[in-house]
């Protein structure tokens, strides 16, 4: 039963606040983690309901701890972001701040397991993390995790590369909508003169390249759909299809590539997106 409350958190994280969440920002003075802590209560509400009308087992007294739960989780959410925004100002290492955000997506992960364990004596968390594999999930519960799956591939990753690969993103100078990447080297060509001396002509040769700047988070965007697809395509047993999925999305940046900083920056963003999604879709596979 815990798994459609860590969905009901991943929706209230992701799909609510997804900015909110990606660098801590949040007002503190404004109201905006008391109406954060809001939504994941309102959240978890709907998953406790889900349960009572879904479980043929479930009873009163058991929505009555698992809406307790909701309450409790709600109300620690508030505590564990509160503290995470306090950390996170003090915090400028891009590894240092993406740990910061792994722990804080596992703190949140643990006070579900552990309220939701010490409200309904274990009958909502039965096999804890181990359980997703045991193979006695219901259809609900599976495909409950795959949603949660599918967020992190989409969102959370999303999420936690943009933090990782803040600093090493090329910086090219940006002038009326358009990317101008300049490149400048030297040609040594030598030639014979009519009487048969060598001659040796040195010359410089400055090249640009003209990108128009891509609507905002395009790139994200991409990256969102790539894993998305990965997971899907090593759900269904067909790893055959990254190898389309990889060309597809270099054939786009083809002509960027003479850019070397662009290059390292992208090969970087795609082996990690891709790692990530295979991990997911390994997960996903394995679920079903």
Request: with cysteine.
């Amino acid at each position: 039963m815990w798994i459609y409350f860590y969905a009901a958190h991943l929706l209230g994280d992701f799909a609510v606040f997804p900015d909110a969440v990606a660098e801590k920002s949040m007002d503190r003075k404004g109201g905006a983690l008391l109406r954060h802590a809001f939504v994941h209560l309102l959240f978890m509400f709907a998953a406790g309901l889900f349960i009572f009308f879904t479980d043929p087992h479930s009873s009163l007294r058991l929505l009555g701890a698992l809406e307790t739960a909701a309450i409790l989780i709600a109300i620690a959410h508030f505590a564990v972001d509160a503290a995470t925004l306090r950390l996170g100002g003090k915090l400028q290492r891009p590894g240092s701040r993406a740990l910061l955000f792994l722990l804080d997506q596992a703190a949140h992960l643990f006070l579900i397991l552990f309220l939701l364990r010490l409200l309904t004596g274990g009958a909502a968390v039965s096999g804890g993390l181990e359980g997703l594999f045991s193979g006695n999930l219901s259809v609900s519960e599976k495909a409950a995790a795959t949603l949660c799956i599918f967020i992190w591939a989409t969102s959370g990753a999303g999420t936690l590369l943009a933090i990782l690969l803040k600093n090493i993103a090329p910086v090219d100078q940006l002038e009326e909508g358009v990317f101008r990447i300049s490149d400048e080297r030297t040609e040594i060509k030598t030639k014979y003169a009519i009487s048969g001396r060598e001659e040796t002509e040195i010359t410089t040769v400055k090249t640009e390249h003209y990108f128009r700047d891509s609507p905002e988070k395009t790139g994200k965007t991409i990256g969102m759909l790539e894993r998305s697809l990965i997971v899907l395509l090593l759900m269904i047993r067909l790893p055959e299809g990254l190898a389309f999925l990889a060309a597809i999305k270099t054939l786009t940046r083809f002509k960027q590539f003479d850019q070397k900083q662009f290059a390292e920056y992208y090969l970087i963003g795609t082996l990690s997106s891709a790692m990530i999604g295979i991990l997911l879709g390994v997960a996903a596979a394995s679920l079903w």
